[in-house]
């Protein structure tokens, strides 16, 4: 398994083991709670948006685990088939790169839930801010929250459109080619062809795990 940078972690997130066969416990978020417990009574919305939010950042970390976990597989795979011309071992590559794919779907659905879980969060706690006694120091960390936000889901869309139409794409003529490269955080991943060319590394969460870091903050800052 690919060692995750630990400056990618968020000091809020706390070693967890899932108990399902991984080799070692993954840092997860379990911060929700704390803040509906103690806000749900001005906003009750703000339990289910908040609560999923987390689960879906959490869902990120997980596949990117599972999408490190087949790349290392299937780079040891085809080395193998290089040394040995073992027909198998390269068909058990060819297997874990189709499951990158198709994890790698199900992370961008993830990144998107973010997007707009995110979006639905601040507006929920802004209806708390309105009445608050200090509002500058509030404004302040939602204005930090919200630009932990842009710089997190920068091309979100794109990178999820590309799975999500595929097919439509296919069957137009129109799909943008699609290639995976491991780094030292992960898989990146690049659309279409120069000069419409986009690069997305799956593995760095830190953006996102920032952006939830500072809209806990600002959650926190309102008086309940």
């Known amino acids: 398994m690919r060692i995750v940078d630990p400056r990618a972690r968020s000091p809020l997130q706390r070693s967890v083991s899932l108990l399902d066969g991984s080799k070692s416990p993954l840092f ?13 009574y001005l906003q009750p919305g703000i339990r289910m948006a908040v609560h999923s939010l987390e689960n879906y950042i959490n869902a990120l970390t997980i ?7 087949n790349q290392g597989q299937a780079e040891s795979l085809f080395d193998r088939y290089e040394q040995t011309e073992d027909p198998e071992a390269e068909l058990a590559g060819n297997l874990r790169v189709a499951m990158i794919f ?15 879980l995110f979006r639905l969060s601040l507006d929920i706690l802004a209806r708390l ?5 200090d509002p500058t120091v509030i404004r302040s960390k939602r204005t930090l929250a919200e630009r932990a936000f842009n710089q997190a889901s920068q091309h979100s869309d794109t990178a999820r459109n590309f799975h999500e139409h595929l097919d439509k794409e296919i069957a137009t003529r129109q799909h943008p080619g699609f290639r995976a490269r491991g780094t030292a955080l992960g898989v990146e991943l690049t659309f279409g062809a120069p000069p419409n060319q986009l ?3 799956v593995g760095n969460l ?12 600002y959650a926190n800052s309102l008086p309940a």
């Open 206 to 217: 830190g953006p996102v795990y920032t952006a939830y870091d500072k809209l806990i903050d």
């Open 28 to 40: 997860l978020f379990y911060e929700a709670e704390a803040v509906v417990s103690r806000l749900e």
């Open 102 to 116: 198709l994890d790698v779907h199900f992370y961008f659905i993830c990144l998107d839930k973010f997007v707009k």
């Open 199 to 201: 690069t997305v590394e």
């Open 63 to 69: 596949q990117r685990d599972r999408i490190d976990e």
């Open 129 to 133: 801010a309105r009445g608050a006694p």
